[in-house]
């Protein structure tokens, strides 16, 4: 079984906004993308345009309803990824040393020439955040694009997730968590962030930042605007056709 390390020098993870999150899937697009072009083994794909299609995703975006105590419902999008758990299940219940997690900044990851694909750490992961790829015959998972946050090789506005630096809505934020001072951490602070299912005890790094109510009457027509006539009576040439016809 693999061990974890007693403290990492950094916490590296991810802020979601759930007040900004559109649902486009961007993300979702973009970590596909990089995943399957750089980093170990491609994320494949099973029957992409078949009747029954399948394929590895590192991150997904799921949407519910929901009805807030007061104020008319809400549509919320919840993207989910690998949380980089502090006490990670998927790292200790690994029998080759696979799953890992390092002590340099806190990211979860797989050494896909070890994994056997026995799909343990699927099962110990509550979040349901890893993949096996059929293809690969390994497990896949985000990585937070190791390969990009130290590329020093690219701009330093890109050195961040692929999935960040794609966000129309500014709704991904990445930093160090670990660091108080970090403008995540702030942001942490200030929105009451929160973990994700924190019953369970795994002290995940990344942080969801709550829906703010939205102060909407129930009984607002968006619409009705748009649907009032412009004028009550018609003038010109249309004015005279109206009250022609009236006549007939």
């Known amino acids: 079984m693999t061990t974890l390390p007693e403290t990492s020098a950094k916490k590296l993870g991810l802020v979601i906004d759930l007040d900004t999150c559109v649902g486009c899937h961007a993300c979702v697009v973009s970590c596909k993308g990089w995943n399957t072009e750089n980093y170990g083994a491609a994320l494949s794909d099973q029957d992409p345009y078949g009747a029954d299609p399948s394929g590895t995703f590192l991150n997904r975006v799921h949407s519910y309803e929901v009805q807030p105590e007061t104020g008319p419902a809400?549509?919320?999008?919840?993207?989910?990824?690998?949380?980089h758990c502090e006490d990670a299940p998927c790292v200790t219940v690994c029998p080759t040393g696979a799953s890992y997690k390092r002590s340099e900044d806190g990211i979860v990851l797989v050494n896909e020439d070890a994994c056997i694909g026995c799909g343990l750490c699927a099962w110990a992961c509550p979040y349901g955040a890893r993949e096996m790829d059929q293809a690969a015959g390994v497990m896949k998972k985000c990585t937070l694009c190791v390969d990009r946050i130290y590329n020093?090789?690219?701009?330093e506005e890109d050195r961040v997730p692929s999935c960040v630096r794609t966000c129309p809505s500014g709704a991904r934020h990445f930093g160090d968590l670990g660091d108080e001072s970090s403008e995540?951490?702030?942001l942490v602070a200030a929105r009451?962030?929160?973990?994700?299912?924190?019953?369970?005890?795994?002290?995940?790094?990344?942080?969801?930042?709550?829906?703010?109510?939205?102060?909407?009457?129930?009984?607002?027509?968006?619409?009705?605007?748009?649907?009032?006539p412009v004028s009550g009576t018609q003038k010109g040439f249309l004015g005279w056709l109206d009250k022609a016809l009236e006549k007939l």
């Not at 809400?74 to 949380?83: A, G, R, T, V």
């Not at 929160?194 to 619409?223: C, F, H, S």
């Open 74 to 83: 809400q549509l919320i999008h919840f993207p989910k990824s690998c949380l």
């Open 152 to 155: 020093e090789n690219l701009p």
């Open 184 to 186: 995540v951490s702030q």
């Open 192 to 228: 009451g962030g929160m973990d994700l299912m924190p019953e369970l005890g795994t002290k995940p790094v990344n942080k969801y930042l709550p829906p703010r109510p939205k102060d909407v009457p129930a009984d607002l027509d968006i619409l009705a605007p748009y649907l009032e």
